[in-house]
């Protein structure tokens, strides 16, 4: 099938560039091998050198919600009782997740387009004694970014929950302090911040987060991240990984690890200020307050008696692909990753 070449600019799948693409065509490999051994234990070591953590980090063939599965079910008990700080659609979805394996959820929603409020979440973790905390840091339906660290800051002061982090559009992209923060599970999804195609996700593993491990009932097998300890140990992945992904994910960290961290981030933080100086310019206003605007997606009102939804269908025919909103935000804004 031929799709016509288009500017792809929704929060992800993100363009990946080229020579990072063409590592996808790397001929299969035997992945309980000793090429493999050497590719996963270089590859665990840069990424968690993008997660800042000296701890464990797993890599897992999944997706991003595949991933904030892995954070609740390797950590909770049905019943356990979960503050659940969402700003959007994903928070929600975080949220869901946790309820699905028989978590006990309370919710602390923010208007959408608002970053979560490191004191009302300080006195909701006052108030009640939960076993962990759900964040989203980036709020792709939003297009907001949270304060992580504030808010990890502010549910410490009160609590020793454990902090489970949706990092999907973050990680890679702004910086996540892991270990500064003391995150203790943190999320993210190779399409995002790491110029790759779908299909890897990344998981990092606290040391209090392996202690809850040992007492948690929540149903897991694909996602036991005991079984990914496990292997890790001789240099193996427990299922068959998407290898292809893995290849270009080698070559993607390596040009990450070289621009430099702090290099990556500020360019993040460039472009974005960058696009919501030339949406301003053209007289269109951001959806999020300004303050809270995330480095990564940038999402923008539809004015007024314009059809967002048409306007999409209009700029794809012209060659550019941006996102819609997700839920009540259909048709009224535009999201630019
Ligand atoms: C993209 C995204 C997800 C979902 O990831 P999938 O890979 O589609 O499962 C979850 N949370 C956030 C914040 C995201 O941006």
Redesign the pocket.
């Known amino acids: 099938m031929e799709f016509a070449t288009v500017n792809l600019r929704i929060?992800?799948p993100i363009p990946v560039p080229e020579d990072i693409l063409a590592e996808m065509a790397h001929p299969m490999i035997n992945h309980r091998g000793p090429e493999f051994k050497d590719m996963l234990f270089r590859i665990t070591d840069g990424v968690k050198q993008v997660f800042e953590t000296k701890g464990d980090v797993y890599t897992m063939t999944a997706?991003?919600?595949?991933a904030?599965e892995a954070t609740v079910v390797n950590t909770l008990s049905p019943g356990d009782k979960v503050l659940c700080v969402t700003v959007g659609s994903?928070g929600d979805?975080y949220g869901e997740i946790a309820e699905r394996y028989g978590a006990e959820v309370t919710r602390l929603a923010f208007e959408w387009g608002e970053a979560a409020d490191a004191d009302r979440v300080r006195e909701a973790v006052k108030q009640a004694k939960y076993k962990a905390v759900l964040v989203?840091h980036?709020?792709?339906s939003t297009g907001v970014q949270n304060d992580l660290g504030a808010l990890a800051k502010a549910i410490r002061s009160e609590s020793d929950a454990l902090i489970l982090v949706?990092g999907?559009?973050s990680v890679a992209s702004v910086p996540v302090r892991t270990d500064a923060w003391d995150l203790d599970v943190v999320a993210t999804?190779s399409?995002?911040g790491w110029m790759l195609p779908?299909g890897l996700a990344f998981v990092s593993f606290s040391k209090r987060a392996w202690k809850a491990h040992a007492s948690s009932t929540m149903p897991r097998y694909y996602f036991d991240l005991s079984q990914y300890q496990h292997y890790f140990e001789i240099g193996q992945p427990p299922f068959t990984p998407g290898l292809s992904v893995y290849f270009a994910l080698d070559k993607a960290l390596k040009q990450l690890l070289d621009e430099g961290l702090g290099a990556v981030y500020e360019r993040h933080a460039s472009v974005a200020a960058n696009v919501r100086r030339q949406v301003k310019a053209l007289g269109l206003a951001l959806f999020p307050v300004e303050a809270a605007a995330s480095d990564t997606v940038t999402a923008v009102r539809v004015p007024e008696g314009v059809d967002g939804v048409k306007l999409l269908s209009a700029m794809r025919e012209r060659g550019v692909v941006l996102a819609g909103g997700h839920e009540k935000l259909k048709g009224k804004i535009i999201r630019i990753g």
């Open positions: 929060p992800g997706s991003g919600t595949g904030m994903f979805r989203t980036n709020e792709t949706d999907v559009s999804a399409q995002k779908p």
